[in-house]
């Protein structure tokens, strides 16, 4: 008779888990993202390991607007992408170096990075995010959403899967949605 109660005992336990998980949205590695304000669709990595969402983006340079920080840059994606974009500078980033980026001349180890707050649609959801500024053009995806963002989009990654929401389908007001 104990031993039928064990299993029973596992399956009310695991119940948080499976509630918890009941309102999230299933999204697989990779994702196309739609970059309102840009007017861009790029496939975008989700990567659960990383804090922050990184953009692709070149020629960076920061300046003041009306007393305000701003922060001008180019796409780093393709040719296509040669007019400037600006916004207003959210926060400057301090990113952890790997290994092979540390370098002993400047006795750091962190990279500070502009960031940026950016209205993203997947799927279905609109949500503002913050992203880092960074020259990701020998990577294979220019836009990377880190943890903090998927928190924003009540995301589960499965990793198995890619483009599990299909392309962006975001009315332009929905982006309330915390």
């Not at 109660?5 to 998980?21: D, E, M, V």
């Not at 701003?70 to 040719?79: C, E, N, S």
């Amino acid at each position: 008779m104990r031993l039928k109660a064990l299993p029973l005992l596992l399956c009310l336990l695991a119940l948080p888990g499976i509630s918890a998980a009941a309102g999230k949205t299933v999204y697989g590695l990779n994702e196309y993202a739609r970059l309102s304000g840009i007017d861009l669709e790029v496939a975008a990595k989700l990567d659960t390991g990383a804090k922050t969402a990184s953009l692709s983006a070149r020629d960076i340079k920061r300046f003041k607007r009306n007393g305000e920080s701003w922060v001008r840059f180019y796409l780093a994606i393709d040719a296509a992408h040669s007019h400037p974009i600006e916004r207003p500078l959210a926060r400057v980033s301090k990113i952890k170096r790997r290994a092979g980026d540390y370098d002993p001349d400047e006795d750091k180890n962190y990279t500070a990075r502009p960031v940026i707050a950016l209205d993203v649609c997947m799927g279905s959801a609109l949500r503002s995010i913050e992203v880092n500024l960074t020259d990701r053009s020998a990577f294979q995806f220019p836009l990377l959403i880190g943890s903090e963002a998927l928190k924003r989009f009540d995301a589960l990654v499965d990793p198995s899967l890619k483009y599990a929401a299909g392309k962006p389908a975001c009315a332009t007001d929905a982006h309330t949605a915390e």
